[in-house]
Nanobody, 122 residues
Framework: QVQLVESGGGLVHAGGSLRLSCAASGRTFSRYTMGWFRQAPGKERELVAAISWSGSLTYIADSVKRRFTISRDNTKNTVYLQMNSLKPGDAAVYYC???????????????WGQGTQVAVSS
């Protein structure tokens, strides 16, 4: 099993940027598809981005396309979510997750971090 710890959340003005990091420990990180989800109060959890084990395949939700980028560094057991041009609607708790296989937006995630809060002021 893999343990996931997110960091990098905080408060930013609209139009600003944040980079979230997710550090993994435990079983071999490089074997896992990794994803970032978010959940705002009263809303369903949403898959924002996913990346295959090698980094060659990515999925980005339409709601954040051209603003968010997912990447990973398997030598550091870390996956990143670069968030640019942030909007108030991006405010949520962001969760890192791991999956045993790649399915794009349909990947099934079994491993979860505790989440990191992102707030965006208008």
């Amino acid at each position: 099993q893999v343990q996931l710890v997110e960091s990098g959340g905080g408060l930013v003005h609209a139009g600003g940027s944040l980079r979230l990091s997710c550090a993994a420990s435990g079983r071999t990180f490089s074997r896992y598809t990794m994803g970032w989800f978010r959940q705002a109060p009263g809303k369903e959890r949403e898959l924002v981005a996913a990346i295959s084990w090698s980094g060659s395949l990515t999925y980005i939700a339409d709601s954040v396309k051209r603003r968010f980028t997912i990447s990973r560094d398997n030598t550091k057991n870390t996956v990143y979510l670069q968030m640019n041009s942030l909007k108030p609607g991006d405010a949520a708790v962001y969760y890192c997750a791991g999956s045993d296989s790649w399915g794009g937006r349909y990947s099934e995630f079994h491993y979860w971090g505790q989440g990191t809060q992102v707030a965006v002021s208008s």
